[in-house]
């Protein structure tokens, strides 16, 4: 099991179960920018609480562990609870999808991308994996998600939209790490 059969079965699953979601975190900044070793893939879903039985159901024990009632729990809060494939230890970070315009606005900008293998999925916009990364950076992560972002802006095949990261890195409250960001990149 490899982060992209992760990615691939996220995507079948929700597909037949009728949830809206996307990849982000470091399996989506390497796949718009520079490779980075990952054990996890980081996804965000719109998950109605009637559809977490059905997704427990999709990842069973053996194989898998998710905790029905961490699931609910998420739901509730919308906040976050993983899907672990026992035999690898490879992780599924599901976050629930907030009901906020920021969130809202990313579900709308996801795009649909095809990976190696042919491996079909939909992929938070480019955009929208930075100013995520920002987030967690200012929350205080590693350097990881700067030097993620980093890769992106150096190595992006389309052009980013720099209007739209700086009118929501200040909504989001990250425009100072932003700003920063584009000084030490040489953007500003």
Same mark, same amino acid.
């Given at each position: 099991?490899? #982060? +992209?059969? *992760?990615?691939?079965? =996220?995507?079948?699953?929700?597909e $037949?179960?009728?949830l809206?979601?996307?990849?982000?975190?470091?399996?989506?900044?390497?796949?718009?920018?520079?490779?980075?070793?990952?054990?996890?893939?980081?996804?965000v879903?719109?998950?109605?609480?009637?559809?977490?039985?059905?997704?427990?159901?999709?990842?069973?024990?053996?194989?898998?562990?998710?905790?029905?009632?961490?699931?609910?729990?998420?739901?509730?809060?919308?906040?976050?609870?993983?899907?672990?494939?026992? #035999? +690898?230890? *490879?992780?599924?970070? =599901?976050?629930?999808?907030?009901? $906020?315009?920021?969130?809202?606005?990313?579900?709308?900008?996801?795009?649909?991308?095809?990976l190696?293998?042919?491996?079909?999925?939909?992929?938070?916009?480019?955009?929208?994996?930075?100013?995520a990364?920002?987030?967690?950076?200012?929350?205080?992560?590693?350097?990881k998600?700067?030097?993620?972002?980093?890769?992106?802006?150096?190595?992006?095949?389309?052009p980013?939209?720099?209007?739209?990261?700086?009118h929501?890195?200040?909504?989001?409250?990250?425009?100072?790490?932003?700003?920063a960001?584009?000084i $030490?990149?040489?953007?500003?």
């Open positions: 099991m490899r #982060p +992209s059969d *992760l990615v691939r079965l =996220v995507h079948e699953t929700c $037949r179960l009728g809206a979601y996307f990849v982000s975190g470091s399996v989506a900044s390497s796949y718009y920018g520079e490779y980075r070793n990952t054990l996890d893939v980081d996804i879903v719109d998950l109605p609480a009637p559809a977490i039985s059905p997704l427990c159901s999709a990842f069973a024990q053996p194989e898998w562990y998710l905790s029905e009632e961490a699931a609910y729990e998420a739901v509730q809060r919308s906040g976050m609870f993983n899907i672990i494939h026992v #035999p +690898s230890g *490879l992780k599924i970070d =599901v976050s629930v999808l907030r009901p $906020r315009p920021a969130d809202e606005l990313r579900m709308d900008r996801r795009t649909l991308v095809t190696e293998g042919g491996i079909r999925a939909w992929f938070a916009a480019p955009e929208d994996v930075i100013l990364k920002l987030e967690f950076y200012q929350l205080g992560g590693s350097d998600h700067v030097r993620d972002i980093a890769g992106m802006l150096k190595t992006l095949d389309v980013i939209d720099m209007a739209y990261l700086d929501w890195a200040l909504r989001l409250g990250v425009h100072r790490e932003w700003a960001l584009k $030490r990149l040489g953007m500003a």
